[in-house]
């Protein structure tokens, strides 16, 4: 079984991934994923519970506090202000993770969005949230208190009071690295040599003793600084995407005859009737059983435009309600509505990770031994040849302070779960990073005709023959509960006519409706109903495409009805956007050729398979991708599931029906067809994100070791190689979450 929880107490990206390989490696366990955007680790095992000792201990060999806790465990009190790991790579920022990796804001009737179904007791008054390590915890105080130390010993220095300086540096340094120090000393007795902590204290000791203490005392304080500003664009990153998504309710209003009593959410019941007032969230699935209201259904599907509900609607969980009080009736428990259905599918997302981001972290393992080296390397063979130990020696020290590849390990990911929380919030629901990396290579759309590029839903589009002819089809029709039979009887509602109960009435399977109105005998059906009744199906002429409704009145043809799908209005813009892009477009239908080409003009799709069967539709797209490359299907995500799943990526439209997120690598919630050129932008900006942090982070780390080779680099370059890129990849990464 895969079981879920929650992480605390890990402030680093490289040691998250050192622990994935180590709970990956373990004989009992199947898979292990852990996902550090998230604070999330999944365990596919025999019994994970009964194994979580064993992976803390193991976790606990690369992070001495690290713990897992069960995902929906509740925390009452505050964590510690000392961290052990103060300073090893980039803190997540919130520390506690605030249960399940998500600490949201107030909501109405004080529904607060915690994963967890409770209010975070570290939440403060203006939403950010205590931190579990201690520079967090104490704020920016030891680094402005370090800082003003620094500049004191700067300018006893231009003073030549030596002394006074050399102890304004070392007291600065034991305000700013005495933890770190600390931390390096006990990892290393465990035999934790390339944590960064180590690294970082060997450094900055390092230049103390080659008689450098500002750059030691400099070089800890612009670590320190890039490392809180790491956490801060961390956390609220986090938040950010997660309160997005994250729209589960702590508690309903249960109706109770003529009462009403708040209840946890998750005690609520399929049956029971709940409160909605004005303003607030629909907090689970249900049915309205009495009020008149409107609904903004952004949250869930992106759509700006409120939507009108009264009894017998169905509401869905997660839409807030604009303007009437509703009582809904609990069709879905909490575990089964939209809004947890949605907060699974996007950290499922987050947690399937794209070839890039398994890359780096296997080219992570390396990567820091291999700096370490070329650093002992630097420091010891110049040195032989030319005698200034000194000079190689604060070279080999900056390449030190540039061997953790936190930049690469956190941006990557963190670019990945900002495209999917950017997409959720437009009502697109992409399964995975891996499946948003196979997205963006996309060079060719097959999607299916009805739901998909049409709306699904059959009108009348013409009648010819005698005025009367409408009416009395309509009265044929009007207890047929085919979907052509309803549109017909919906457009003679909608001309205002009048329907005649038929004095007898036969339906004839596969042909249609013999009936008897007013004395008359009218026939309304197929060609097949026409031939049987010796009627030449010839004589009607019908024109246009469509499914055509002939019509006979006593043995004599009358005229016929034209009735077709109607093309959903945003069509023509889709395919526009799609082909701009470089997307060649297919429709695969089971219609006849004409309708289908029909449509497809009026669409402006490239190419048309029609008459297919389902079977015949998987063969159509393996064709489709041996001649344009990867392949992406677009269908309603339930009756084309074997498509769905044979396709490079599998995408559903609708309102994310349980089957269409099971089957489909994405799903658009609103089912728009502009949201498929918007989820190819959005997954080829994500990808294209990852690179732009994966090449700037080594095209500077490589710059400044070969500057520093040349003897134009420093210790304070190196640190911005560290930290300042790690930095400035993150804030990439979050970019494209407000893009």
């Known amino acids: ?283 689970l699935d249900g049915v309205v059983v009495s ?129 999917i929380g950017a997409g959720s919030r437009k009502g697109i629901l992409f399964k995975g990073g891996a499946s948003m990396e196979a997205m963006s290579g996309i060079r060719a759309i097959a999607l299916d005709k009805t739901g998909t590029v049409t709306k699904g839903e059959f009108a009348v589009q013409e009648v010819r023959g005698p005025e009367e002819l409408l009416a009395l089809c309509a009265s044929c029709e009007q207890d047929s509960t085919h979907p052509i039979a309803g549109s017909i009887v919906a457009a003679a509602r909608d001309k205002g006519l009048a329907l005649t109960a038929p004095e007898t009435l036969e339906e004839i399977p596969g042909h249609g409706i013999r009936a008897k109105i007013g004395g008359r005998t009218i026939l309304c059906g197929n060609e097949k109903l026409m031939a049987a009744n010796g009627i030449d199906p010839a004589a009607f002429a019908p024109e246009g495409t469509g499914t055509f409704v002939l019509a006979a009145i006593d043995g004599t043809a009358a005229g016929w009805i034209r009735i077709s799908d109607t093309m959903k209005p945003d069509a023509r813009e889709a395919m526009a956007a799609l082909t701009a892009q470089g997307i060649h477009t297919v429709m695969l239908t089971g219609d006849g050729p004409d309708s289908a080409q029909a449509v497809a003009r009026e669409a402006g799709i490239d190419e048309v398979r029609a008459k297919l069967l389902p079977e015949e539709k998987l063969s159509a797209l393996r064709g489709i991708r041996e001649h344009y490359g990867p392949t992406m299907f677009v269908g309603d995500g339930i009756n084309d599931a074997p498509v769905l799943s044979g396709a490079d990526v599998g995408a559903a439209m609708g309102a994310g029906a349980d089957a269409a997120i099971e089957a489909a690598d994405v799903v658009y919630m609103r089912g728009n067809l502009t949201a498929v050129p918007e989820s190819l932008a959005i997954a080829k900006r994500t990808k294209k994100t990852a690179w732009q942090n994966v090449v700037f982070a080594l095209a500077v780390k490589g710059a400044v070791m070969l500057l520093g080779l040349l003897g134009y680099a420093s210790m304070w370059m190196a640190v911005f190689a560290d930290t300042g890129v790690a930095m400035l990849c993150i804030l990439n990464s979050i970019r494209g979450a407000r893009k």
């Open 291 to 419: 009020g008149q209201s409107r609904l903004d259904t952004a949250p869930i599907t992106g759509e700006p435009v409120p939507v009108g509900v009264g009894p017998g609607d169905a509401v869905t969980s997660g839409c807030v309600n604009t303007s009437g009080q509703l009582k809904i009736r609990v069709e879905k428990p909490l575990s089964e509505s939209m809004v947890t259905r949605i907060l699974d599918a996007v950290e499922n997302a987050a947690a399937s990770k794209p070839k890039i981001d398994r890359f780096i972290t296997r080219f992570a393992r390396y990567y820091t031994p291999a700096v370490v080296t070329a650093a002992a390397l630097v420091a010891i063979v110049p040195s032989l040849f030319d005698g200034n130990w000194n000079y190689w020696v604060y070279t080999a020290l900056s390449f030190l302070v540039m061997s953790c590849p936190c930049a690469l390990v956190l941006s990557v990911p963190l670019a990945f779960f900002s495209g």
């Open 1 to 283: 079984m895969t079981k879920v929880y929650r992480i605390e107490n890990l402030d680093c990206a490289n040691c998250g991934a050192k622990i994935e390989a180590k709970l990956a490696a373990l004989p009992e366990v199947e898979e292990a994923v852990l996902t550090y955007p998230t604070s999330q680790l999944r365990i596919t095992a025999q019994d994970p519970d009964a194994l979580l000792p064993k992976l803390t201990e193991v976790a606990r060999t690369v992070e001495p506090e690290v713990e897992f806790l069960p995902r929906d465990a509740q925390t009452h009190q505050k964590h510690p202000a000392h961290h052990p790991h103060d300073g090893c790579c980039h803190d997540d920022g919130d520390g506690d993770a605030c249960q399940d990796g998500h600490c949201h804001c107030h909501d109405h009737e004080q529904e607060h969005h915690h994963a967890h179904g409770q209010e975070h007791p570290d939440h403060d008054q203006d939403g950010g949230h205590d931190h579990a390590h201690g520079e967090e915890s104490e704020g920016p105080g030891p680094i402005v208190l370090g800082a003003g130390l620094f500049a004191m010993g700067l300018i006893l220095g231009a003073f030549h009071l030596n002394w006074l300086a050399l102890f304004a540096y070392v007291a600065a340094y034991i305000v700013l690295g005495a933890r770190i120090v600390w931390t390096a000393v006990t990892g290393l007795v465990k035999g934790r040599v390339f944590d960064e902590n180590f690294l970082m204290s060997l450094a900055s000791l390092g230049a103390f003793l080659i008689g450098e203490s500002p750059e030691a005392v400099g070089v800890m304080l612009f670590y320190r600084i890039g490392e809180y500003f790491e956490d801060v664009a961390v956390a609220r990153s986090r938040s950010q995407i997660m309160e997005a998504v994250d729209l589960r309710p702590e508690e309903v209003t249960l109706v109770e005859g003529e009462t009403t009593r708040r209840i946890p959410a998750a005690e609520a019941r399929v049956g029971d009737l709940l409160l909605v007032r004005p303003g607030d969230r629909v907090p």
